[in-house]
């Protein structure tokens, strides 16, 4: 009786390998064989027993379906523009309560005596974005 074939004793390459080592037949796979049965979804119906009913009931389903979903988009929008319009009124309203602020501020340190460099950067600033709303609506896509 021949005796079982034993493992190389070579020092292995890998100081971090602690058994013995051997070579393994590239053609045999050690991974598990899985049987993968095909699984379904959804029974399968056959068409000889698919009455006008059904099909008629399935489209009502599937109508309603998209009827639901294109009203959901419309809330969506419609909740979307009012929130925008939300923002730019309270942008607005920010600008315009800084503007404010900045005066009254000016107004209380100098009373009716501003200095002149003053004047001149507020009515630069006046004239800058007069002439900015101007080019912005002139410009607007909807004209």
Not at 26 to 33: C, I, N
Not at 63 to 72: C, D, G, L, S, T
Not at 123 to 139: D, K, V
Request: a positive charge.
């Amino acid at each position: 009786m021949a005796e079982p074939k034993k493992p190389d004793s070579r020092v292995p390459s890998n100081p971090y390998v602690t058994g013995p080592t051997q070579k393994l037949d590239p053609t045999h796979s050690t991974a598990p064989v899985r049987r993968v049965a095909p699984e379904t979804t959804r029974p399968v119906t056959r068409p000889e027993l698919v009455t006008e009913g059904m099909k008629a009931h399935r489209r009502e389903i599937e109508r309603r379906k998209r009827q639901a979903a294109i009203e959901k988009l419309q809330n969506q929008q419609q909740s979307e523009d009012t929130r925008r319009i939300v923002w730019r009124v309270l942008a607005w309203a920010a600008v315009v309560l800084a503007i404010g602020v900045v005066y009254q501020s000016l107004q209380h340190k100098y009373g009716d005596k501003w200095p002149m460099w003053d004047v001149w950067l507020f009515l630069a600033a006046t004239l800058f974005a007069a002439i900015g709303w101007l080019l912005w609506y002139l410009n607007r896509k909807d004209l």
